[in-house]
């Protein structure tokens, strides 16, 4: 899908811009230290682009302040009060995120306008189940057509003001209802989307939900930025939303682990070899794909897509490269073995 490209920081979303991973810091933007903190753990972790809460005068001064100290983006989320999202633009935040609707009056809308304009900073739609227009709810519901209507229907009032650095999301806690919402979305506008299933739980759960939106709406070449929301530590939402874009290869991986769901046949800790492999070169960006498989039965078939792994056996395991068996090696020596040959792999 076309759609415009916008500048926000120092990278672009949309018109074939990267698909970034966004995420959300959970302790108060008030508490300066713990914000700075948290953003630093989310730049580590590979984030691109960082929103944070403003609803305090304290709070938009601390991100205007840290907003100088990263060089990721970081977006300010704005609820109610315009007057935070003018002083945040006009302090250098990279992007705002309002709900036209939750502003209120439209003169208020027109000074927000009139501070991105002057900063070039551009905004985000963000429209829910819970913030539908009431005119958009009552004759819809909260459906898809509901949400797709109330964001245009803000996002004309922001172009009517003269802004068009324009990002939209539509997003329901209900997976469907997501996925039909940004599929209309995509079919009548050519704002950037940025891809979500907002309270989508904890654990596994939330995964699966944003994981069968995102993911099925990503291989329809729809969406240009993406957040996992999970609840919990944000940087569970940087690990999936670089672990799906990784999956569809729309972006580059580095160390790519596969392994097997074992069965009776497996031999050694495919599980707890994965993870330490995994966990020794997550920071590594050589790009490599490594097996780890239960047994040699069918162990250096399956894995035959990988540049190297290992194949398990009762005492002894075979590493192999490429569908060669390369060597024969204690099962107590798999991981350092395994790290050896990485560090000697040249591709």
């Known amino acids: 899908m076309d759609t415009r490209k916008i500048k926000v920081g120092n990278l672009y979303i949309g018109g074939g811009s990267p698909i970034t991973v966004q995420s959300m810091t959970n302790v108060k933007t008030e508490d300066y230290l713990a914000t700075k903190s948290q953003i630093s753990q989310l730049v580590e972790e590979g984030c691109d682009i960082v929103r944070c809460t403003v609803p305090t005068i304290e709070a938009s001064n601390n991100l205007v302040k840290l907003s100088r100290e990263f060089s990721i983006p970081l977006v300010a989320d704005i609820h109610f009060d315009h007057k935070l999202a003018i002083a945040c633009a006009d302090g250098g935040v990279s992007k705002i995120r309002i709900n036209p609707s939750n502003i209120g009056a439209e003169y208020k809308v027109a000074e927000v306008c009139k501070a991105l304009k002057a900063n070039g900073t551009p905004v985000r739609i963000g429209v829910n189940g819970g913030s539908l227009d009431k005119d958009i709810k009552e004759k819809y519901g909260v459906t898809a057509k509901a949400l797709v209507e109330s964001a245009l229907r803000q996002a004309d009032v922001l172009e009517k ?26 079919q009548v506008c050519n704002y950037p989307l940025h891809l979500g299933v907002t309270e989508a739980g904890f654990g596994q759960d939330a995964l699966i939900k944003s994981s069968a939106c995102m993911g099925g709406l990503l291989l329809n070449g729809i969406g240009d930025t993406i957040r996992y ?9 940087v690990k999936a939303g670089i672990s799906l874009l990784a999956s569809l290869k729309l972006r580059e991986s580095g160390v790519e682990i596969i392994s097997c769901p074992t069965c ?11 993870r330490k492999l995994k966990d020794h070169l997550s920071k590594e960006r050589k790009k490599v794909k490594i097996a ?3 047994c040699i039965v069918n162990g250096i078939g399956e894995g035959e897509e990988a540049d190297f792994g290992i194949a398990g056996g009762k005492d002894k395991s075979v590493l192999f490269a490429k569908r060669k068996q390369i060597q024969t090696v204690d099962n107590e020596d798999i991981i350092p073995e395994m790290i050896k040959l990485f560090e000697e792999y040249d591709g």
């Open 229 to 237: 929301s999970i609840t919990g530590s944000p940087i569970d939402e």
């Open 161 to 186: 003001y003269g802004v068009s650095d324009i990002v939209i999301s539509v997003k329901s806690s209900n997976t469907l209802v997501s996925y039909e919402a940004y599929t209309l979305l995509s």
């Open 292 to 294: 780890v498989m239960g």
């Open 264 to 274: 009776g046949r497996t031999n050694i800790d495919v599980e707890g070899i994965a």
